[in-house]
């Protein structure tokens, strides 16, 4: 504990150091919002930012995903009418090669 004068402006972890039930408090980190109160000022900043950046990362890997199998699939269904027309043909001048 450290001596406190009048006009000093304690930061957000100094505070959360003075309590005496930091379990009960640490308990609360898993509310959305309070986790990032409980560590240093901006070591809080910094996770939070992280958290958030990486969310929205997620988010857009998500979405390119999904885009990405719709696409898949339909190129799978253009290569299988290829493939078939491909084999109807080479059926098609193998008759013709066997007829003459």
Do not use: H
């Not at 504990?1 to 402006?9: E, G, I, K, T, Y």
């Amino acid at each position: 504990m450290c001596a406190l004068s009048s006009r000093q402006v304690l930061s957000n972890y100094q505070l959360f150091e003075l309590f005496l039930n930091k379990k009960a408090i640490r308990s609360s980190k898993k509310i959305v919002g309070l986790q990032y109160y409980t560590v240093p000022e901006d070591k809080g900043l910094n996770l939070a930012a992280k958290k958030i950046t990486s969310f929205f990362r997620m988010i857009f890997a998500k979405r390119f995903y999904v885009k990405f199998r719709s696409l898949l699939e339909k190129v799978s269904i253009i290569q299988r009418f290829w493939r078939s027309s491909l084999i109807a043909k080479k059926a098609r001048k193998d008759i013709a090669i066997a007829a003459t």
